[in-house]
């Protein structure tokens, strides 16, 4: 299981919000690899996640990202702890 602290302002960063104008939350990138990269190699799942988790301004360190693609490419579940600062 993961951990991120987010910031109550940035939470759109994470999960989508259909009030918000946030373009590029971690949320939606997470589905579309899980959906298109199962089965795939850990080490080609990483630097997708790395690059979502960039553009979202979260920062996931490089074992959770490590674990996130090790879930997606099993097919199984991911659980992420959320901890809403601010």
Same mark, same amino acid.
């Given at each position: 299981?993961? +951990?991120?602290? &987010?910031?109550?302002?940035? /939470?759109?960063?994470? #999960? ?15 589905? *579309? #690899?899980?959906?298109?990269? =199962?089965?795939?190699? &850990? @080490? *080609? /799942? ?7 988790? @960039? =553009? ?7 074992? @959770?990202? /490590? +674990?996130?693609?090790?879930? /997606? ?5 991911? *659980? #992420?702890? &959320?901890?809403?600062?601010?």
């Amino acid at each position: 299981m993961g +951990e991120i602290f &987010v910031n109550a302002r940035h /939470i759109d960063h994470l #999960l989508h919000d259909p009030s918000s104008a946030y373009g590029a939350p971690y949320q939606r990138a997470y589905v *579309e #690899l899980a959906v298109s990269h =199962r089965g795939r190699p &850990v @080490d *080609e /799942i990483v630097p997708l996640l790395r690059a979502a988790a @960039d =553009r979202a301004l979260l920062g996931f360190t490089g074992a @959770d990202l /490590i +674990e996130q693609a090790g879930a /997606i490419s099993s097919g199984a579940p991911y *659980e #992420l702890r &959320v901890h809403i600062t601010g």
